[in-house]
């Protein structure tokens, strides 16, 4: 049986305006199956968070490899990952956190 995996997103800085007024500490449950059940064959999808439609969308591939328990091979720590939003001029830096459990 897999564990079950929880993904966490946290805006952790911002450089000029942040267009959806994301503030920093804010958090998002990105996971994309409830109580973070991927491998049930009953488990049931979650809607989007309510981010920034290009910073989730962004982030997307990055929460797809952590939802199902893989790894990206350049983190030191397989369970946290940072990110910074496609907008140059105004930059929201998020980090997401891998939760097992």
């Known amino acids: 049986m897999q564990p079950k995996i929880r993904l966490v997103a946290r805006i952790t800085g911002i ?8 503030k920093v500490g804010e ?7 409830e109580g973070g059940d991927w491998s049930s064959p009953e488990r049931k999808s979650t809607k989007a ?3 920034c439609c290009h910073l989730y969308y962004a982030l ?15 983190l030191e720590d397989k369970d946290l990952f ?7 001029k105004n930059c929201v830096s998020v980090e997401i956190r891998r939760i097992r459990g």
């Not at 450089?15 to 994301?22: D, E, Q």
């Not at 929460?63 to 990206?72: D, K, R």
């Open 49 to 51: 968070p309510p981010m």
């Open 15 to 22: 450089k000029g305006f942040c267009r959806a007024g994301h």
């Open 27 to 33: 958090e998002f449950d990105v996971s994309l199956y």
């Open 60 to 74: 997307f591939p990055y929460i797809a490899v952590l939802q199902y328990n893989g790894e990206l091979p350049w």
């Open 82 to 88: 940072r990110m910074n939003c496609p907008d140059p």
